[in-house]
């Protein structure tokens, strides 16, 4: 096999290679993104929560 044949099939094969582990490397990206969106998410329902509770459960005063 000569040099150029085996470049050639070198750069054919690697780019297969290569392009699922790019493909990886941006899915798992993508899902650390998607992820810390739904903390930041939850932090802001609990927060709105314990807000509504504090507004809205307020003891009852009584007249002296």
Request: charged content about 35%.
């Amino acid at each position: 096999m000569s040099d150029a044949t085996f470049y050639k099939v070198l750069a054919k094969y690697a780019e297969i290679e290569v392009r699922p582990v790019k493909e990886l490397c941006q899915l798992e990206d993508k899902n650390r993104r998607l992820k810390q969106i739904v903390v930041e998410q939850a932090f802001d329902i609990q927060a709105r929560k314990a807000i509504t509770e504090k507004h809205w459960h307020r003891p009852k005063q009584t007249a002296a």
